[in-house]
């Protein structure tokens, strides 16, 4: 009895097929390299230069920690970091809430959806330099709301928190409120429609208010999109810089200072680049610690899944 063996041969791969398959990699070659240098690699040169006595120019003479020591000892950092906290806190928390309540309205199916969506979401198409300029418009005490409310009869009524050191910060919050609450109404709107139509009516038919079903059911279930929010806004607010300087430009003096136009003026304006490069760092570390818990979880439910 003799066995007979089939032998199947391996065609050989043409050049073509070959130049086929390399050709996404060849694509995607140039924007990994421009991203390992221009993002990754300056990244790790600003680091370097933060432990230097840089200034005008870059100097590669190490001093350890000295820029850091300064930087918490300087009266501007610091006034810098309690507006980012007052801004970073109000910016988020009004959004969310301001999203979330806008969200809920476009939910229940009104005529004029397609209307107020459109205003709400137009802001999104804006830079922040445009929506600094115009809220600096409509803030300024001799051109905008408080002309206006003057010219109605109004004579006594006074905003002038755009050139008041102690309510400028709030300026930004309000311009920064304006231009991102219509982005967080479309996250919480995208998690609404979601949700099964069939739990909201189960709870109806159980006698419950539509308030109590949003408070008790839909609201916990968006979760998610709450965590997203947070960590998105929270990154808009610790990297702010065109709104502030258009706006206020830090001032009046440096009372709307944020790390981000600190830096800057360091860095570039004062010629002290060791200096501004450790404030750009303990920025970094300030994103890095937003970004991170965000990136864990987002993995730990793909994990799960």
């Known amino acids: 009895?003799?066995?007979?063996?089939?032998?199947?041969?391996?065609?050989?791969?043409s050049l073509f097929d070959h130049i086929e398959n390399l050709l996404p990699k060849i694509v995607l070659a140039p924007t990994l390299v421009a991203g390992l240098v221009f993002v990754y690699g300056f990244i790790l040169w600003t680091a370097v230069l933060s432990f230097t006595k840089s200034r005008l120019l870059?100097?590669?003479?190490?001093?350890?920690?000295?820029q850091y020591l300064k930087l918490f000892t300087n009266d501007r950092?610091?006034?810098?970091?309690?507006?980012?906290?007052i801004f970073g806190s109000l910016f988020v928390v009004i959004c969310i809430l301001l999203g979330l309540l806008l969200a809920i309205?476009?939910?229940?199916?009104?005529?004029?959806?397609?209307a107020i969506r459109t205003i709400y979401l137009y802001p999104m198409a804006l830079s922040f330099i445009v929506t600094g300029t115009a809220w600096k418009w409509i803030l300024n005490p001799s051109l905008g709301f408080e002309r206006l409310i003057?010219?109605?009869g109004f004579e006594n009524f006074s905003f002038d928190w755009l050139v008041n050191s102690d309510m400028s910060i709030y300026?930004?919050?309000?311009?920064?409120?304006?231009?991102?609450s219509g982005f967080v109404m479309a996250l919480f709107l995208a998690g609404l429609r979601g949700i099964d139509d069939t739990i909201i009516k189960a709870a109806q038919v159980d006698g419950a208010s539509l308030p109590r079903i949003y408070w008790r059911i839909i609201i916990p279930s968006l979760r998610p999109v709450f965590f997203s929010a947070v960590i998105i806004l929270s990154h808009i607010a610790i990297k702010s810089f065109d709104l502030v300087m258009v706006l206020t430009r830090g001032g009046p003096g440096y009372?709307?200072?944020?790390?981000?136009?600190?830096?800057?003026?360091?860095?570039?304006?004062?010629s002290r680049l060791a200096f501004g490069a450790a404030s750009a760092m303990v920025m970094f570390g300030a994103v890095m610690a937003v970004i991170i818990p965000y990136l864990y979880s987002e993995l730990r439910v793909k994990r799960n899944e």
């Open 105 to 114: 309205l476009l939910d229940q199916r009104i005529r004029i959806e397609g």
């Open 1 to 13: 009895m003799t066995s007979i063996t089939h032998t199947t041969s391996v065609p050989k791969r």
């Open 77 to 85: 950092w610091w006034v810098a970091s309690k507006n980012l906290l």
């Open 58 to 66: 870059p100097k590669y003479e190490f001093v350890g920690l000295y």
């Open 171 to 180: 300026t930004v919050v309000i311009a920064g409120v304006w231009q991102s």
């Open 150 to 152: 003057r010219q109605l």
């Open 255 to 270: 009372s709307s200072d944020l790390p981000a136009t600190f830096m800057y003026a360091f860095a570039f304006t004062r």
